[in-house]
């Protein structure tokens, strides 16, 4: 019976003792109220600090940029994390980060809220829909 590729290729895997993974996700947020991120300084300070994050969080940011009000992540993440804790950390972090580093964000929310609560978050495994079908049905037991 032969494999397929996507089974025997195990490159850019998570692998632990037990498992191994591979679990990518797109993420998006937003800032509160959909303020503008004043410039490209600001912009490189949250990517600093979700660089920072990352190392801790112990997962790999693969791609990120923003623009106007929103950035963008690629994120793959061990399996011990949820989505929303993941969001939650690099929010936070991040915020934190950027709050402390320009004065004049701290006296436009009472609280320092930079992000706003809600995200946008999409699997994106390498495998379309139609190969993970077709490896599946290529499992079933002989007669």
Known sequence: MQKSAYHND???????R??????????IFTTKYRRKI???KMIMQICEA?????????????EMDGEGNHVHLWVAYPPKWAISVLV???KSISSR???????PLRKQSDRGIFWSRCYF?????GATIDTLKAYVASQKTPD
């Open 50 to 62: 979700f660089l920072s994050a990352a190392e801790k969080l112990e997962i790999e940011i693969i």
């Open 88 to 90: 939650n950390n690099l």
């Open 38 to 40: 004043r410039d490209g």
């Open 18 to 27: 037990h498992r191994i993974s591979k679990r990518v996700v797109h993420l």
């Open 10 to 16: 195990l490159t850019g895997y998570l692998r632990r």
């Open 121 to 125: 978050a999409c699997s994106t495994g």
């Open 97 to 103: 980060r950027v709050s402390m580093l320009n004065t």
